[in-house]
């Protein structure tokens, strides 16, 4: 189980928008520590999809978006497309830990 | 280009060892942090080891800790795991990836393809 909680699964259909959301506490996004996403599709190398909160890598369409407050975070994608459907984790630092750690991940379905 | 090629992987007895590796190219490998994350079946990514750019750090998540070893020789670009006592539970899928650090807090922007390890009798 991890310290950072994110729904099992999220569904939404092709243009439409969905948010994933990332739960922490005290000792890591609620510390202001940095808050990460990847993209995972199985068989394949997982992707960074965003970075430091809100910040998008080369190449990475700007569908994507992340945000931050207090304890939590989201991920934001706009214009569903097939091609999203995917596992989307998110990532922090833990001060308990001393470590980084992911979230539990998120099955995204497109309808 | 970056690339992080992956090797090692096997199937392996209960009890036993296994060294991973991974080869690095494409960007300033003496430079950078390097960690090892693992997916096991059904499961979700857990990020099991971490070591700095020059040896001088390194990290274990607690499943993994006295059992497991991350190394590197920075003369040959590559990034090594060595796995003991290795457990039912140590099977998964391990990836190795670029670590950018900043503050304290690490993320991964580059990752390998994968080796797996199957742990069984």
């Known amino acids: 189980q991890s310290v950072l909680t994110q729904p099992p699964s999220v569904s939404g259909a092709p243009g439409q928008e969905i948010t994933i959301s990332c739960a922490g506490g005290?000792?890591?996004?609620?510390?202001?520590?940095?808050v990460h996403w990847y993209q995972h599709l199985p068989g394949t190398a997982p992707k960074l999809l965003i970075f430091?909160?809100?910040n998008r890598p080369s190449g990475v369409p700007d569908r994507f978006s992340g945000s931050k407050s207090g304890t939590s975070a989201s991920l934001a994608i706009t214009g569903l497309q097939a091609e999203d459907e995917a596992d989307y984790y998110c990532?922090?630092?833990?001060?308990?830990?001393?470590?980084?750690?992911f979230g539990g991940g998120t099955k995204l379905t497109v309808l | 280009e970056v690339q992080l090629l992956e090797s090692g992987g096997t199937l392996v007895q209960p009890g036993g060892s296994l060294r991973l590796s991974c080869a690095a190219s494409?960007?300033?490998?003496?430079?950078?942090?390097m960690s090892w994350v693992r997916q096991a079946p059904g499961k979700g990514l857990e990020w099991i080891s971490y070591?700095?750019?020059?040896?001088?750090?390194?990290w274990y998540t607690d499943s993994v800790q006295g059992r497991f070893t991350i190394s590197r020789d920075n003369s040959e670009n590559t990034l090594y795991l060595q796995m003991n006592s290795l457990r039912a539970e140590d099977t998964a899928v391990y990836y190795c990836?670029?670590?950018?650090?900043?503050?304290?807090?690490?993320?991964?922007?580059?990752w390998g393809q994968g080796t797996r390890v199957t742990v069984s009798s």
């Open positions: 070591i700095s750019a020059t040896e001088g750090d390194t």
């Open positions: 430091g909160n809100n």
């Open positions: 990836a670029k670590d950018v650090c900043s503050g304290g807090s690490c993320y991964l922007d580059y």
């Open positions: 494409g960007f300033t490998f003496n430079s950078y942090a």
């Open positions: 005290s000792s890591n996004i609620g510390a202001d520590y940095d």
């Open positions: 990532q922090s630092y833990d001060s308990n830990l001393s470590g980084s750690v």
